[in-house]
């Protein structure tokens, strides 16, 4: 049996009836037979020729490679595939993600016509488990930025408002699940390029723990920078995550192959919500200058909620004072591999805060990013010691509400200035110094119908325990079935 019902949603857009449902339930409905990779495809792209002139979140298509990739996998039994399995569930993937023989430019003039020899990594492993990559999603010129735009595509729009940005530096790939025009997408995460497109778009992603999903390091070796899934809902995140995780022998940091305990199915944990016990929450973490009084009211909200029913609550945070010190000075050596190689060529066509950062990489001592990473280190088991005690940490996503479009980002907020062009991503940069999984989602909205993002912060390596928690948290909200939307 096919379906092939439409119906029509606020402002008279006509929406295919797929794209309402969630990628578990789409998934579910390919293994049954009941639609095939094929109508998902055309659901997809017409739902993206509809949405995307508004918003400008897809800015590559590769429709023909998708329904090459359909008619294949439509050729083997369905009752032949491996739990955790995707069917043909078509994706979205970050455009700092390659995918073979598509356009793959990183956001950047640099790399304005360059076609991907190869796959990624991640884009190999979600295809071998029956995704079926649709298109890749706008970003900031390497990914550097909380906002998206660039020279080569333009800027990505909130489909919450067209006037606000979606972040970064996945913003493309939040907006294009919080407009309906996927399922599922790629991200990856170093200051919170998952975690705050996510919360400006009211979708959820996962920053986890550092290897759980294989890469090919690009720069010296460290757990700063991952990758993780983006979804509409917790379970939907964990669904994509089964499909990400797991053992690769080019990344020693990967979960092994050989282990007596093999990693548990994500989306099983999503399903069975569990109430924490004991939980922190924290609306600044102890190094945000400011925090936005709606951002702040949401988070009360939260906190009296969790009491409400039955969490005990204490307004903690783990000691991340040096946090933000030595993640800028980390990054700044990673971006002497990232970029620094490029300034000779291409100073010229680089956005001013790309040519900053390697500037600044440039000029750091030895000295500094050893001292840095034995910091981040004390860091890390201060951490631990903190989750000895709770099952979570609770903070906001952002310490402001989704801003202009048109803001390279926000110099300052309610009269406190920020320091430099990273300053406002504090709350998202700090905890990645951790090491710990967070897991993105939406918390609320401002009063004038803005989201809120949520930072829940897991145990190390803890990402079965988050996602049950995160699936308690998103039942008590009960906001997550406001997307996919029409954009506004």
Request: glycine share 8%; aromatic share 8%.
């Amino acid at each position: 049996m096919s379906i092939t019902c439409e119906r029509r949603m606020q402002g008279g857009a006509t929406v295919h009836e797929f794209i309402k449902w969630t990628a578990t339930e789409a998934v579910a409905r390919l293994k049954m037979g009941e639609v095939s990779p094929l109508e998902l495809i055309d659901a997809a792209e017409a739902r993206i020729a509809e949405t995307n002139p508004r918003i400008n979140a897809m800015v590559t298509l590769c429709f023909d490679r998708a329904r090459t990739q359909a008619r294949r996998l439509m050729q083997h039994k369905r009752s032949d595939a491996p739990a955790g399995f995707l069917h043909g569930l078509p994706i979205a993937v970050k455009d700092n993600t390659d995918v073979e023989g598509v356009r793959g430019t990183s956001g950047s003039r640099v790399y304005e016509n360059r076609i991907a020899p190869a796959s990624d990594p991640v884009v190999r492993r979600l295809e071998a488990h029956g995704a079926i990559v649709i298109g890749k999603t706008n970003l900031p010129e390497f990914a550097a930025g909380g906002n998206t735009f660039n020279d080569v595509f333009g800027a990505t729009r909130n489909p919450w408002d067209v006037r606000k940005s979606a972040s970064g530096s996945s913003g493309g790939s939040a907006a294009a699940l919080a407009a309906g025009q996927v399922w599922l997408a790629t991200g990856n995460d170093f200051g919170g390029s998952i975690r705050t497109p996510a919360a400006f778009c009211s979708v959820s992603g996962l920053r986890p723990s550092p290897g759980m999903v294989a890469r090919i390091q690009k720069q010296p070796f460290n757990p700063l920078s991952v990758e993780g899934p983006m979804a509409r809902t917790v379970a939907d995140v964990a669904l994509m995550f089964d499909a990400e995780a797991g053992f690769d022998a080019r990344d020693p940091l990967s979960p092994p192959l050989w282990s007596s305990t093999p990693l548990p199915s994500f989306a099983q944990a999503a399903a069975r919500p569990e109430k924490p016990l004991r939980v922190a929450v924290s609306t600044d973490l102890g190094v945000a200058p400011v925090v936005d009084r709606e951002v702040r009211h949401v988070m009360d909200t939260l906190a009296a909620k969790l009491a409400a029913d039955g969490v005990a609550v204490e307004h903690r945070h783990p000691d991340l004072n040096d946090a933000g010190k030595h993640f800028l000075t980390l990054r700044g050596a990673v971006y002497i591999a990232r970029v620094a190689p490029l300034l000779a060529q291409y100073r010229d066509v680089l956005k001013p805060e790309v040519v900053e950062n390697a500037e600044f990489g440039l000029k750091l001592k030895l000295t500094d990013v050893v001292a840095a990473e034995i910091a981040q280190g004390e860091i890390i088991r201060r951490a631990a010691a903190f989750f000895e005690q709770y099952d979570a940490l609770i903070c906001p996503a952002t310490l402001c509400p989704p801003f202009d479009v048109d803001w390279r980002y926000p110099e300052s907020w309610d009269g406190v200035a920020f320091d430099g062009y990273m300053g406002w991503l504090v709350l998202t940069y700090a905890l990645t110094m951790t090491a710990c999984p967070v897991l993105a989602m939406p918390g609320g909205f401002t009063r004038g119908g803005l989201p809120v993002g949520l930072q829940v912060v897991g145990k190390p390596r803890g990402e079965t325990a988050l996602f049950r928690h995160a699936a308690y948290l998103e039942r008590l909200l009960d906001i997550s079935g406001r997307t996919p939307l029409d954009p506004r």
